[in-house]
């Protein structure tokens, strides 16, 4: 692993900023077996006190407080850093003051104990349905997103250029996760037979609404488009072009529409194609070979995304193309309501399955926070630099016998499963599995709600 850390005068260690788009961290096989012998259960974490109690609410030492809160004793993991090992993080005002070695205590006014357990970045799902007021299938963001540890989930074309403003007002605004969206070339959305009219595919209109709201739009979406021709990929990415921004595209190939047309002819680099191991999308050669044309298509930029949902994630595709080294850019969820089912497409568990398909936890981390953000053009998301929000996901990795399901519900094996256990979003902590972050109730005295 490339050490870049370094030592500040006064002891702290100095984080350096993120390494240059589409740089790939690259870590060492000896830090990857570290990770994986090491058996960490959040569930057994041992109790920051004597009494009991994982809130460390003892009196400081001499001085004030730096710090609001602590995550003590937890194992890093921040690959836009390349750190990757025991430290501690603190955070102030909202965002990440410091990460040390050690930090004592006494520096902070609400200590969590975190050891045994990973603390990442919070998750940054750049494919999820979250228009709740929507399409038929959108979920609350809030609800799907911060039991997740994901602190930033982008919507990924359920409204278009006509309806975003709804959106914004009736479900972006209120979420306590940062929600960020590609907007759809349709400017009804996923609003289902909607979908296939070309009239709706205006990339003017589409391209003024994202430069109306650039802080909220990352880029464009096309999807389900069922007619022939090129009509629905050509129009999102004029509206990309014409707003300087990235376009993801769900596809499917038709006579006279090819997969590698698409991803050679049509597609720009840091354009993203999403449902990469879908069982329609041809990744693979009649003799489960990686098409040349794919890894073509990687070398000119095109960025390839997981994109789960109830459709697109087949083990019999990823399995053999990871093998052969073809792997995600970016792990996404394309998180709705059916997938949220059987598939169980939520962030933590395509993670684990990726885990047990053979990819290491900093490689599953990697491809779950800055490369995503990266993909974004947020650079400052995904990463645990100091000065950044303190967007944090706290994970635990459970061993023993687990089952996952793929799009198709067939299963597969594993031995490792990854948990939230705690999310905290702009240094609050609004997800806590075990209550790790709160003191015992016989010893809370008569409290109404701790903060
Ligand atoms: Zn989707």
Same mark, same amino acid.
């Given at each position: 692993m490339t050490t870049i850390v370094r030592k500040a005068t006064d002891g702290r260690i100095v984080l350096p900023q993120a390494h240059r788009n589409n740089e790939r961290t690259r870590l060492s096989m000896s830090s990857v077996k570290a990770l994986l012998v090491a058996t960490l259960l959040c569930s057994g974490v041992q109790a920051a006190d004597p009494a009991g109690?994982? /809130?460390?609410t003892s009196e400081p030492g001499p001085g004030v407080p730096s710090y609001e809160l602590l995550l003590k004793g937890g194992h890093l993991i921040d690959p836009a850093n390349s750190l990757d090992a025991p430290m501690d993080l603190a955070v102030s005002a909202g965002k990440v003051a410091r990460v040390a070695k050690s930090i004592a205590a006494a520096e902070s006014k609400k200590v969590v104990d975190v050891s045994g357990c990973y603390v990442t970045p919070g998750l940054v799902d750049i #494919? /999820? #349905?979250?228009f709740a007021h929507g399409a038929d299938l959108n979920v609350f963001p809030d609800v799907y997103a911060l039991p997740n540890g994901v602190t930033t989930v982008v919507d990924a074309g359920s409204s278009g250029w006509k309806n975003f403003p709804e959106f914004k007002a009736k479900v972006i605004d209120p979420a306590a996760v940062r929600v960020l969206a590609f907007l759809n070339i349709v400017g009804a959305g996923m609003m289902g037979k909607i979908e296939q009219d070309e009239n709706e595919m205006d990339a003017a209109a589409a391209a003024e609404m994202i430069k109306r709201f650039p802080e909220t739009i990352v880029g464009v979406k096309t999807a389900h488009f069922l007619k022939p021709g090129w009509t629905a990929v050509d129009r999102a990415v004029e509206a990309g072009r014409l707003s300087n921004t990235p376009v993801m595209v769900d596809f499917r190939e038709l006579p006279g529409r090819s997969y590698e047309d698409l991803l050679l002819k049509h597609m720009r680099p840091g354009d993203i194609h999403t449902h990469?191991? /879908? !069982? #329609? %999308? @041809? &990744? &693979?050669? !009649?003799?489960?070979v990686v098409n040349e044309f794919v890894r073509e298509a990687r070398h000119r930029g095109i960025i390839f995304d997981v994109g789960h949902g109830a459709g697109s994630f087949w083990f019999r595709v990823a399995e053999p193309a990871l093998k052969q080294g073809? %792997? @995600?850019d970016s792990i996404s969820t394309d998180y709705h309501k059916r997938s949220a089912l059987l598939p169980n497409a939520g962030m933590v568990m395509t993670m684990s399955k990726f885990l047990n398909l053979g990819m290491p936890l900093p490689e599953v981390v990697l491809r779950s926070t800055v490369n995503p953000a990266r993909q974004i053009r947020r @650079? !400052? &998301?995904g990463t645990l630099s100091v000065g950044t929000a303190a967007d944090v996901a706290v994970l635990s990795l459970e061993k023993g016998n687990f089952g996952f399901v793929d799009s198709g519900h067939a299963k597969m094996n594993g031995d490792r499963r990854l948990q939230c256990v705690l999310t905290l979003r702009n240094g609050r902590v609004l997800w806590d599995l075990n209550g790790l972050s709160w003191p015992d109730w016989h010893k809370a005295g008569k409290y109404k709600v701790l903060n």
């Amino acid at each position: 692993m490339t050490t870049i850390v370094r030592k500040a005068t006064d002891g702290r260690i100095v984080l350096p900023q993120a390494h240059r788009n589409n740089e790939r961290t690259r870590l060492s096989m000896s830090s990857v077996k570290a990770l994986l012998v090491a058996t960490l259960l959040c569930s057994g974490v041992q109790a920051a006190d004597p009494a009991g109690r994982n /809130a460390d609410t003892s009196e400081p030492g001499p001085g004030v407080p730096s710090y609001e809160l602590l995550l003590k004793g937890g194992h890093l993991i921040d690959p836009a850093n390349s750190l990757d090992a025991p430290m501690d993080l603190a955070v102030s005002a909202g965002k990440v003051a410091r990460v040390a070695k050690s930090i004592a205590a006494a520096e902070s006014k609400k200590v969590v104990d975190v050891s045994g357990c990973y603390v990442t970045p919070g998750l940054v799902d750049i #494919h /999820a #349905h979250v228009f709740a007021h929507g399409a038929d299938l959108n979920v609350f963001p809030d609800v799907y997103a911060l039991p997740n540890g994901v602190t930033t989930v982008v919507d990924a074309g359920s409204s278009g250029w006509k309806n975003f403003p709804e959106f914004k007002a009736k479900v972006i605004d209120p979420a306590a996760v940062r929600v960020l969206a590609f907007l759809n070339i349709v400017g009804a959305g996923m609003m289902g037979k909607i979908e296939q009219d070309e009239n709706e595919m205006d990339a003017a209109a589409a391209a003024e609404m994202i430069k109306r709201f650039p802080e909220t739009i990352v880029g464009v979406k096309t999807a389900h488009f069922l007619k022939p021709g090129w009509t629905a990929v050509d129009r999102a990415v004029e509206a990309g072009r014409l707003s300087n921004t990235p376009v993801m595209v769900d596809f499917r190939e038709l006579p006279g529409r090819s997969y590698e047309d698409l991803l050679l002819k049509h597609m720009r680099p840091g354009d993203i194609h999403t449902h990469m191991y /879908a !069982e #329609h %999308i @041809p &990744l &693979l050669n !009649e003799n489960g070979v990686v098409n040349e044309f794919v890894r073509e298509a990687r070398h000119r930029g095109i960025i390839f995304d997981v994109g789960h949902g109830a459709g697109s994630f087949w083990f019999r595709v990823a399995e053999p193309a990871l093998k052969q080294g073809f %792997i @995600p850019d970016s792990i996404s969820t394309d998180y709705h309501k059916r997938s949220a089912l059987l598939p169980n497409a939520g962030m933590v568990m395509t993670m684990s399955k990726f885990l047990n398909l053979g990819m290491p936890l900093p490689e599953v981390v990697l491809r779950s926070t800055v490369n995503p953000a990266r993909q974004i053009r947020r @650079p !400052e &998301l995904g990463t645990l630099s100091v000065g950044t929000a303190a967007d944090v996901a706290v994970l635990s990795l459970e061993k023993g016998n687990f089952g996952f399901v793929d799009s198709g519900h067939a299963k597969m094996n594993g031995d490792r499963r990854l948990q939230c256990v705690l999310t905290l979003r702009n240094g609050r902590v609004l997800w806590d599995l075990n209550g790790l972050s709160w003191p015992d109730w016989h010893k809370a005295g008569k409290y109404k709600v701790l903060n």
